[in-house]
């Protein structure tokens, strides 16, 4: 049996046992292809562990940059309570379209809002509105911005936050300091902006699933 079968085999247990999809998880899946829209949400197992990280965090608000179809979005949003607040930033407003249903479907509209735009042009405006700080940023967009996602993750949380960046192993070319590829500087820029900053503490984890060989880096705000 070939390695990316394994982890497809693992990744469907894992799934069935732990995390199972219920209707509205699977409708925005559904929904999501249906649509045309890349093949690259978080999987179920993903979902739940971000779920578990907001609960363990006591989130009350969460920033999240990059929706897609909502996937992550409800995953996270499920995880607050009932005056809690998820603001979610996507590019695409026909990726936005999809995913506003998909989060009404799931009842958690009341919860969420997502705006539409370029993500550096929407953190500013955010930050304009002065906002509480926000408990949890999950970070899911284009690679390339990465470290300037993670400078505007400083400006809007506070001492004990916590931010995920998604994504950032690139297939293992992460560790390739001559690659040209913004989604590898990009990814390294925030691994080494987490390493140096004085107000952050992480690491970052290797992970393989049906969705190949990647991996995710975990920061906690310290002031």
Request: hydrophobic share 40%.
């Amino acid at each position: 049996m070939s390695e990316s079968r394994t982890w497809d085999d693992v990744d469907d247990y894992f799934t069935t046992q732990l995390s199972p999809n219920d209707e509205a998880l699977a409708a925005a899946l559904r929904d999501s292809e249906a649509a045309g829209l890349p093949h690259v949400a978080v999987t179920p197992p993903q979902g739940k562990f971000l779920h578990l990280l907001a609960q363990i965090q006591g989130a009350r608000t969460i920033l999240e940059i990059g929706t897609l179809g909502g996937y992550s979005t409800i995953w996270l949003a499920r995880a607050l309570p009932a005056d809690g607040r998820l603001i979610s930033l996507e590019y695409s407003a026909r990726h936005a379209e999809v995913a506003t249903r998909n989060i009404a479907r799931a009842g958690l509209d009341g919860l969420v809002q997502v705006r539409v735009g370029p993500a550096l042009e929407s953190l500013p405006k955010l930050a304009d509105e002065n906002p509480a700080p926000f408990d949890l940023v999950f970070i899911d967009a284009d690679k390339g911005n990465n470290p300037q996602y993670l400078e505007w993750a400083l400006r809007l949380t506070r001492a004990g936050s916590l931010i995920v960046v998604d994504n950032v192993v690139r297939q293992g070319r992460v560790a390739d300091a001559d690659s040209a590829s913004p989604d590898v500087r990009g990814s390294r820029a925030a691994i080494e902006l987490i390493g140096s900053h004085p107000r952050l503490t992480g690491t970052a984890l290797q992970t393989v699933g049906s969705k190949g060989y990647d991996g995710f880096a975990l920061a906690r705000v310290l002031g």
